[in-house]
């Protein structure tokens, strides 16, 4: 009979949980004795003793969750689940005594023979590593690319201690605005010194062995460091592209009052709550952006993927945000709610971003924006104004979408309402009035709004500026979604084109008649009145100048 594997599984993101934990449940072999979220303290359970731990997260949290549950299951032996890292990160999580890695992107099949390896006390790494390590062994002849190489990873490394303790400090809601100028000017500065640095350093191509298929997937060999001077690891983040999220969370922290001339979701919530949302969106952007640079995906492949990134940003948003809110009501239906909500939030809102394959291409392959049909490459003023305005739409409409969301499922949850919502918003006549405002324009947009911004060529984004939210517009060619228009969005289209073709009609012909009507006025009956009240004054002259005289010569009497 087959040993069964107790499991511990550890997730950043309780969706990933979720479906992990439900697809183990098709393995008879494998059972999850214990599940926990990342970042929330682990506690010893009396009577388990996990075989294997899987850990799903970011590698700072996959390490720092690792290190517990050394301490709290010295026997278990730890999968890391995360994005693919690269040499000092692979070498990081050896030395830290992992048994493994997979990428989080795997199919369920490579998951659970991972599981059973590491199981079997044999190490797994999966072959879609490219790089790794650099061993002693493998260290090139020249001493000087060695020190370099050295000296740059020991920069690299107390830079990104630095700014993890700066990003504890901008977390921090009691620092002052004096502060968070200065610290935001450091992490730019740290940032720009990380990339120089990253630049100049010298890295190492590595060979993964393939797998034997004697040892049931051990590797059959060390690796082999194969040159120096050319790194396998993903592109860093353009200067360009972190000043874009540093300038969107400056206009965060500055002021977001509403003057786009509708009415948004976020307008509910309390104001810190509302930057609070803001900031969550806008990391989670930044930290997808990173995980998908990563793991390199193609161009060709983004058109297709697109949806799926910024449905992953608004899920984490949804969990993190309303997740911190742990009641009998919230928690247990809360993930099973966002993935059947999914669905509804994307055919609305995320596949409707607009521009949004355009940003996504700019953040991870620094393509060029076209821009009235020019292509501006994407460090030049024009593009960067113009992703600042993709990506501050893209934020603000994530945003309202959780809070969509939770005026959808959550309306009348007290701890929500007291916690979240403006004073204002308390009553539940209140909140019924907001929701049938909003109702009333999202019918509003999308049967007359919508089809005139797509009959004029043009889309409807919201940005920040001068300390608010304000409506711009981006003329683009929507031929396709002209073509596309049916029912009352089509009719809308019509009546706008035949009120185009009238209009300028009946203005001529209302101008006509008015300029008529002056001229009857004016020419034929003013003339005539005109005649008519001099004759008048004439005779009432003359009738004065007739008794004048007539007073003077008066005719003597005679008997």
């Known amino acids: 009979m087959t040993q069964t594997i107790d499991l511990l599984l550890v997730n950043e993101e309780p969706l990933f949980q979720q479906g992990l934990s439900a697809a183990l449940r098709d393995c008879p072999d494998l059972r999850v004795v214990s599940q926990a979220i990342a970042n929330s303290p682990l506690e010893a359970l009396p009577g388990v003793s996990p075989r294997v731990a899987a850990i799903e997260g970011s590698l700072s949290s996959i390490l720092q969750q690792g290190e517990a549950i050394a301490r709290l299951y010295p026997e278990a032996r730890r999968l890391a689940l995360c994005a693919p890292p690269n040499a000092q990160q692979l070498h990081q999580l050896r030395s830290e005594g992992f048994a493994g890695y997979c990428p989080k992107s795997s199919t369920i099949e490579e998951i659970v023979a991972a599981i059973r390896q590491i199981a079997a006390d044999r190490d797994y790494w999966s072959p879609a590593i490219a790089v790794g390590m650099p061993v002693v062994s493998g260290w090139p002849a020249n001493r000087f690319q060695s020190w370099l190489y050295a000296s740059c990873q020991t920069g690299l490394d107390r830079i990104d201690t630095e700014l993890e303790e700066i990003a504890k400090k901008l977390a921090d809601e009691h620092l002052g605005t004096v502060g968070w100028l200065f610290w935001t000017g450091r992490q730019r500065e740290l940032r720009a010194a990380r990339v120089a640095i990253a630049q100049f350093s010298p890295g190492w191509t590595i060979i993964v062995p393939e797998f034997s298929s004697r040892s049931g997937g051990e590797t059959s060999g060390a690796l082999e460091a194969v040159r120096i001077g050319e790194i396998v690891t993903p592109d860093l983040p353009s200067p360009t592209a972190a000043s874009l999220f540093d300038r969107a ?277 003013g003339k005539a009145i005109g005649l008519v009240g001099r004759g008048i004054l004439q005779g009432f002259g003359s009738t004065l100048q007739d008794n004048r005289y007539g007073k003077r010569t008066r005719p003597d009497k005679r008997s």
Not at 268 to 275: A, C, N, S, T, V
Not at 309 to 320: P, R
Not at 374 to 400: G, Q
């Open 249 to 525: 969370s400056t206009q965060i922290k500055i002021g977001m009052e509403n003057r786009s001339g509708q009415t948004l979701e976020i307008e509910i919530l309390q104001p810190e709550k509302q930057r609070e949302l803001l900031y969550l969106v806008l990391h989670r952007t930044q930290d997808i952006i990173e995980k998908w640079r990563f793991l390199e995906i193609a161009p060709e492949q983004l058109p297709e993927r697109r949806v799926q990134f910024f449905q992953q940003v608004w899920q984490s948003c949804v969990l993190e945000f309303i997740g911190q809110y742990r009641t009998a009501a919230i928690v247990p239906a809360l993930p099973a709610i966002a993935l059947q909500d999914s669905l509804e939030i994307e055919s609305v809102t995320l596949q409707k971003l607009p521009l949004s394959l355009d940003l996504l291409t700019y953040l991870l392959y620094r393509a060029p924006l076209i821009i009235d049909r020019v292509p501006y490459s994407s460090e030049t003023p024009e593009a960067i104004v113009r992703a600042n305005l993709l990506l501050d739409n893209a934020i603000i409409a994530i945003a309202n979408s959780v809070v969509q969301f939770l005026l959808n499922n959550f309306p009348e949850e007290s701890t929500l309402i007291y916690n979240l919502y403006q004073r204002r918003y308390w009553s539940s006549r209140e909140i019924a009035r907001f929701r049938n405002d909003l109702s009333w324009q999202y019918r509003q947009n999308y049967y007359i709004e919508d089809p005139k911004a797509i009959f004029e060529s043009r889309y409807r984004l919201l940005g920040f500026e001068h300390n608010a939210i304000r409506t711009f517009n981006v003329f683009a060619s929507r031929r396709e979604e002209l073509e596309n228009l049916q029912g009352l969005r089509w009719l809308a289209t019509i009546i706008l084109e035949a009120r185009d073709a009238i209009a300028p009609r009946l203005r001529a012909g209302i101008a006509f008649l008015g300029s008529g009507a002056v001229y009857l006025l004016t020419q034929v009956l």
